[in-house]
C-alpha cells in the first residue's frame, strides 16, 4: 500500500456495502436519538421531577446490561443481517407504541403518571432489541472490513457517522417538538426507521463462524469476559469510560437546565442536547484526516480529566452560549475516548469472538450511560439539580487520577 492510500481518509467507504450499513445506521441513529431526546422532554413534563428523568435511563438499562453477555453468544452463533433486521423492525414497532401513546386519544383518558408508566414500560422492552442491536453494528463492520489496515478508519468513519446522526437526532427532535408536538416527531422517527430497514435488506448474508454452537452457552460467555480481562488495554479503557461517563452524565439533566434554568424552551434543549454529538463529530471528522499516531493511552486519560471539567463548568453556567460552549467542548473530548477505545477493540479482537466482545463493551457502555442517567436523576433527588452535576464532573475527576496510577497499561497503549 502506498504513503497516499495510508493517509486517504476515504478508504472504508469505498467499499459499497460498508456505506450500505453506514447510511442505514445514520437513519437509525437519526431516529432512536429523536426518540430519546423526546422521552426525556416528555416525561419531564409529565411528572415535573427530575429523578423521572433518572428512571428513564434505569428503566433501558435492566434488561440491556442483564441481557447483553447472551447477546454476545447468540450473535457469535447466529447470521448477523438477519438479528439486525430483528433488531430494527423491533424499535420500529415500539416506536409506533409511543405514536399511539402520545396520541390525543390517550391524553384525554389517561392521567400523567399511566403514560409516564407505559412509556418506561415501553423503554423496557427497547433496552431488549438494543442488547443485540447495538453489539450487531459493531460485528458487522469487522465482518465487511476484512483488511486490518482499513479497521482505524472504518471506526473513525462508524463513530462519525454515529455522531452526525445524534447531533442531528438531537436538534430535529427539539425543533419537531416545537412545531409538530410529540406525535408529530414521533410519526418522523417510524418513517427513519422503516427507511433504514429497507436499506439494511440490501446487505449480504453474514453467517456464523460458528453455527452449531458447540459450546454451552456460559461457557461461550465466560469466554468473552476471560477476554476482555486479559487484554489490559481494553479492560482500561472500557472501565474508565464506564465510571467517568457514569459520574458526567450531566445530559441527562439538560431538560431541567433548559426549562428552568436556562429557560430556552424546547429549541433551546435540542441545541443543548446535540451539543456534546456536535464537538464529538468535529474531532472525530478531524481524527479520520489526521488519524492520533502515538501516545493514545495518555491522550486518553487527559481527555476524560477534561471532559470531568466541562460537566463542572456546564453545572454553574447560567448563559446558554456557556453551557452550550462546555457541553460542546465536552463531546470533542469524549470523541476522543470513543475512537481509541472502539479502535482497540477491533484490532485486538478475533472474529469468532466479536459478538461476546462487542457485548460485553456494550454492557459498560450502557451501564455508563443509562445508570449515569440514573445516577444524575437519583443525586438531584438528594442533592438539588446543580450540585449534583457539580459532584458528576469532580468524581469524573477523581476516577482519572485514580486511573492514571492504577492503570498502567492504559498509560502507556499504542496503536
Not at 38 to 61: D, H, K, M, Q, R
Not at 93 to 115: D, V
Request: proline share 3%.
Amino acid at each position: 500500500m502506498t504513503t497516499t492510500e495510508k493517509h486517504d481518509p476515504f478508504m472504508a467507504v469505498r467499499i459499497s456495502e460498508y456505506r450500505s450499513l453506514m447510511v442505514g445506521r445514520f437513519l437509525f441513529v437519526v431516529g432512536l436519538r429523536m426518540m430519546g431526546t423526546l422521552v426525556g422532554w416528555w416525561i419531564y413534563n409529565l411528572t415535573n421531577l427530575p429523578f423521572a428523568i433518572g428512571l428513564i435511563g434505569l428503566s433501558e438499562v435492566i434488561p440491556a446490561v442483564s441481557l447483553a453477555l447472551y447477546a454476545g453468544h447468540i450473535i457469535d452463533i447466529s447470521e448477523k443481517r438477519k438479528l439486525l433486521l430483528t433488531g430494527v423492525f423491533s424499535y420500529g414497532f415500539l416506536c409506533c407504541l409511543l405514536w399511539l401513546l402520545a396520541s390525543s386519544y390517550s391524553s384525554a383518558h389517561l392521567s400523567n403518571q399511566t403514560i409516564a408508566n407505559c412509556i418506561y414500560v415501553i423503554i423496557f422492552f427497547t433496552g431488549i432489541a438494543r442488547s443485540f442491536t447495538g453489539p450487531v453494528f459493531n460485528v458487522m463492520i469487522g465482518n465487511i472490513i476484512k483488511d486490518k489496515k482499513l479497521i482505524q478508519n472504518a471506526t473513525t468513519w462508524s463513530q462519525s457517522m454515529w455522531l452526525s446522526a445524534s447531533v442531528l437526532g438531537h436538534a430535529l427532535a427539539g425543533i419537531l417538538i416545537a412545531y409538530l408536538g410529540n406525535q408529530g416527531t414521533l410519526s418522523v422517527i417510524c418513517i427513519l426507521i422503516a427507511i433504514a430497514f429497507t436499506i439494511f435488506l440490501s446487505l449480504k448474508v453474514k453467517p456464523a463462524l460458528n453455527e452449531k454452537g458447540d459450546k454451552r452457552t456460559w461457557d461461550s460467555v465466560k469466554e468473552g469476559i476471560a477476554f476482555v480481562l486479559k487484554t489490559k488495554e481494553l479492560l482500561g479503557a472500557l472501565t474508565l469510560d464506564l465510571f467517568a461517563v457514569f459520574f458526567g452524565g450531566a445530559v441527562a439533566m439538560v431538560p431541567v437546565y433548559a426549562r428552568d434554568i436556562l429557560k430556552v424552551g424546547p429549541q433551546g434543549f435540542g441545541y443543548l442536547n446535540s451539543a456534546s454529538d456536535l464537538g464529538s463529530i468535529t474531532i472525530v471528522v478531524l481524527l479520520t484526516i489526521f488519524p492520533m499516531r502515538k501516545k493514545q493511552g495518555i491522550k486518553l486519560l487527559l481527555s476524560v480529566a477534561g471532559f470531568g471539567t466541562c460537566i463542572i463548568v456546564f453545572a454553574l453556567s447560567k448563559l446558554f452560549w456557556i453551557s452550550f460552549a462546555a457541553l460542546m467542548l465536552s463531546g470533542i473530548l469524549d470523541g476522543i475516548s470513543v475512537v481509541v477505545r472502539g479502535t482497540i477493540m477491533q484490532l485486538k479482537t478475533p472474529e469468532n469472538m466479536r459478538g461476546r466482545v462487542m457485548s460485553v463493551n456494550s454492557m459498560f457502555i450502557n451501564s455508563s450511560n443509562e445508570l449515569g442517567q440514573f445516577e444524575s436523576g437519583f443525586a438531584a433527588k438528594l442533592m438539588n439539580v446543580v450540585p449534583s452535576v457539580v459532584f458528576g464532573g469532580c468524581m469524573t475527576l477523581l476516577v482519572v487520577g485514580i486511573s492514571w496510577f492504577k492503570l498502567p497499561a492504559l498509560k502507556k497503549m499504542e496503536y
